[in-house]
């Protein structure tokens, strides 16, 4: 029988897979990686896209760290464009539609070529443990793989199954294999697992749509690139567009007429499905008066004529489908090559991970992606990275990384994961960032490259990269706050030429930088004195200026939230013991353990009357008496 040796395993090779893997490996362990299948590598199967609000941001700060998946998406998008571009730079999201077939082949080709790294297609049925301590994994064929950690990234594919009508496959998405065994094993070590669900819309023939009834939908015509090292030179091209249609009353009657042939509400699924992404039939029950719903029509790549239908996933049968389709406009005749689905699978109740993403209770394993309770490619991909991360830090014998939630989106993400009880798919939103003005996505090299060159995923070269970065915009920021810029005929005229109020006496250039209408790059013919600088470090000299009042109220935030954090629970505190703590107080944090009082004072359940008696009962010392 096969055995082998390795410092590091990661079981699932999707998004949190990949990354976690590559991470591993890089950072020098002898890593393996298993998959059902090779054609589940990075694939992509609902939406064919990566980024959007506020996972764009995730996406950003993964690139920060070393992560893989802004430089795939730089090489295979087909379409790009930034989100709320009109609004402020707290919520700027770039989305790239990509080539989800070329996307996974080059994952896998950077996973095959990395080394210290194996890439094996197998089915991990078994989690060998002692004493609480994990000692490797077991496939369905008998193979033995012993490991120092293991990272699970199982994604939707364990005890996963399809449900369109009446039809129930147990397979994972896509028709893909489904794991079978792991879950048994999981729950033989008392891990208590969730079952979720989520969906798909139907893929249709690009020749069958008639996209004169449509709203082209267009790239922006100058391209943003994901990583920070992209050279945005470099990936100007031509776009595909994507086309914007609508449901309609017929669409939402076809729907309600059939609702209890859909296997969600004829009670066949078990899951519970993400909230902000419901189905086509969700939304025609959830809000009756709406009229119509937005549908947008997206290229599933250049080799291919599927276009996927967002916001129209269901699970009703096929007859059905076909009905409620060719009610929308454009697609009065249009040819479904794969039918709209659910899929159930099941996934873990986070709260059983520490903030490092290793479970609590089994030394040396990790957790990262769908399979923690999230939703999104981009959620699944930060966790695997920091798993992977720590997990190769438990190896080396270091502390793991922790990302506090000023630290970063991906901070905020698994905080909530291991902190609030999940009763469906996380789904990150910039909502959820208290400090989203300092968390933006044009600085997550700033704030997160440290922690990439700690983890030794940021070369020497480019952690220089950054520092100087910082450094450049920290002096103009400087001079820039110096400069005065005088009343006369030329000023004015220039403030005239932008609609901006001309001035009566002398101003300072920060202040005229701060005018909605003005920036710096603007401003540049009244500043004599101004240095060529590189494009980034002029945005962010233009973003800390105009925002400088809003950014200084956030870091005193930021100063009093981490002194709560920094106030740590010891492991060993008895909440029984805890006088004046009520009930319920003491039932949430005994299940939670949590690490410190400011994440004690994120659990719902738990309110500041209750921190209050927590902190005087720590400062005093008396647990350690109790």
């Known amino acids: 029988m096969i055995e082998e040796k390795y410092d590091v395993i990661v079981v699932g090779a999707g998004h949190a897979g990949c990354e976690a893997a590559l991470a591993a490996a890089r950072m020098g362990l002898s890593t393996i990686i298993f998959t059902v299948s090779m054609d589940s590598v990075a694939f992509m199967p609902c939406n064919p896209h990566i980024g959007g609000s506020s996972k764009g941001h995730l996406v950003r700060e993964i690139d920060a760290l070393g992560g893989e998946m802004a430089r795939n998406i730089d090489k295979n998008f087909i379409q790009s464009k930034m989100l709320n571009s009109s609004k402020g730079p707290a919520v700027h999201s770039l989305r790239c539609q990509a080539d989800k077939m070329a996307y996974s082949i080059e994952m896998r080709r950077v996973l095959q070529s990395t080394p210290k790294l194996v890439l094996r297609q197998a089915e991990v049925c078994d989690l060998m443990i002692e004493d609480h301590v994990v000692k490797g994994v077991k496939t369905i064929s008998g193979a033995t793989y012993y490991a120092k950690a293991v990272v699970l990234c199982t994604g939707t594919y364990l005890n996963a199954r399809c449900l369109y009508g009446s039809v129930i496959e147990h397979t994972g998405p896509n028709g893909?294999?489904?794991?079978?065994?792991?879950?048994?094993?999981?729950?033989?070590?008392?891990?208590e697992l969730l079952r979720f669900k989520t969906g798909t819309p139907a893929r249709i023939d690009r020749r069958s749509i008639d996209f004169s009834k449509m709203t082209e939908q267009y790239g922006d015509p100058v391209i943003t690139p994901f990583s920070f090292d992209t050279d945005p030179?470099?990936?100007?091209?031509?776009?595909?567009?994507?086309?914007?249609?609508?449901?309609?009353?017929?669409?939402?009657?076809?729907?309600?007429?059939h609702l209890d042939e859909s296997p969600m509400y004829s009670g066949v699924i078990e899951g519970t499905g993400p909230r902000y992404c419901p189905s086509l039939e969700d939304k025609v029950v959830k809000f009756p008066d709406k009229k119509r719903h937005q549908l947008f029509i997206e290229p599933e790549g250049l080799q291919t004529n599927e276009m996927y239908v967002s916001g129209a996933s269901s699970s009703m049968p096929e007859d059905v489908q076909y009905d409620f389709y060719h009610s929308i406009a454009g697609?009065?005749?249009?040819?479904?090559?794969?039918?709209?689905?659910?899929?159930?699978?099941?996934c873990l109740a986070s709260h059983q991970l520490k903030p490092s993403l290793e479970f609590r209770?089994?030394?040396?394993?990790?957790?990262?992606?769908q399979f923690n309770g999230s939703s999104g490619y981009e959620e699944a991909a930060a966790q695997g990275l920091?798993?992977?991360?720590?997990?190769?830090?438990?190896?080396?014998?270091?502390?793991?990384?922790?990302?506090?939630?000023?630290?970063?989106?991906?901070?905020?993400?698994?905080?909530?994961?291991?902190?609030k009880k999940l009763t469906?798919?996380?789904?990150?939103?910039?909502?959820?960032?208290?400090?989203?003005?300092?968390?933006?996505?044009?600085?997550?090299?700033?704030?997160?490259s440290k922690?990439?060159?700690?983890?030794?995923?940021?070369?020497?070269?480019?952690?220089?990269?950054?520092?100087?970065?910082?450094?450049?915009?920290?002096?103009?920021?400087?001079?820039?706050?110096?400069?005065?810029?005088?009343?006369?005929?030329?000023?004015?005229?220039?403030?005239?030429?932008?609609?901006?109020?001309?001035?009566?006496?002398?101003?300072?250039?920060?202040?005229?930088?701060?005018?909605?209408?003005?920036?710096?790059?603007?401003?540049?013919?009244?500043?004599?004195?101004?240095?060529?600088?590189?494009?980034?470090?002029?945005?962010?000299?233009?973003i800390q200026i105009?925002?400088?009042?809003?950014?200084?109220?956030?870091?005193?935030?930021?100063?009093?939230?981490?002194?709560?954090?920094?106030?740590?629970?010891?492991?060993?505190?008895?909440?029984?013991?805890?006088?004046?703590?009520?009930?319920?107080?003491?039932?949430?944090?005994?299940?939670?353990?949590?690490?410190?009082?400011?994440?004690?004072?994120?659990?719902?359940?738990?309110?500041?009357?209750?921190?209050?008696?927590?902190?005087?009962?720590?400062?005093?010392?008396?647990?350690?008496?109790?």
Do not use: W
């Open 176 to 191: 893909l294999k489904a794991a079978r065994h792991l879950s048994d094993s999981l729950r033989a070590n008392n891990v």
């Open 233 to 257: 030179r470099s990936i100007q091209k031509h776009q595909v567009s994507c086309f914007l249609t609508y449901t309609n009353e017929h669409t939402h009657d076809i729907i309600r007429a």
């Open 331 to 346: 697609l009065e005749h249009c040819n479904i090559v794969r039918n709209a689905y659910a899929i159930e699978y099941d």
């Open 361 to 369: 209770a089994i030394q040396g394993l990790f957790s990262g992606g």
């Open 386 to 419: 920091i798993a992977g991360i720590n997990a190769a830090r438990s190896v080396q014998g270091k502390e793991p990384i922790v990302l506090s939630r000023s630290d970063g989106y991906i901070g905020v993400l698994i905080d909530d994961l291991v902190t």
């Open 424 to 448: 469906e798919p996380y789904r990150m939103m910039t909502s959820r960032a208290e400090y989203r003005l300092l968390l933006r996505q044009d600085n997550a090299d700033i704030r997160l």
């Open 451 to 542: 922690y990439g060159y700690e983890a030794g995923l940021i070369s020497n070269e480019k952690y220089k990269r950054v520092q100087d970065k910082i450094e450049k915009t920290r002096y103009e920021i400087d001079r820039v706050n110096k400069v005065f810029v005088g009343q006369n005929s030329h000023t004015n005229d220039f403030l005239q030429a932008y609609h901006s109020v001309p001035v009566t006496s002398g101003i300072g250039l920060s202040e005229l930088i701060r005018r909605p209408e003005l920036s710096y790059d603007i401003t540049a013919p009244l500043d004599s004195e101004r240095p060529s600088l590189p494009a980034q470090v002029r945005e962010q000299v233009n």
């Open 546 to 626: 105009k925002y400088s009042g809003y950014i200084e109220r956030q870091e005193k935030q930021v100063q009093h939230f981490e002194k709560l954090e920094d106030k740590l629970i010891p492991e060993s505190l008895d909440y029984d013991k805890v006088p004046s703590l009520r009930i319920e107080a003491r039932q949430k944090l005994k299940e939670a353990r949590p690490v410190s009082i400011g994440q004690a004072s994120r659990i719902l359940g738990v309110s500041p009357s209750d921190i209050s008696v927590l902190m005087i009962y720590i400062e005093s010392g008396k647990y350690l008496k109790d």
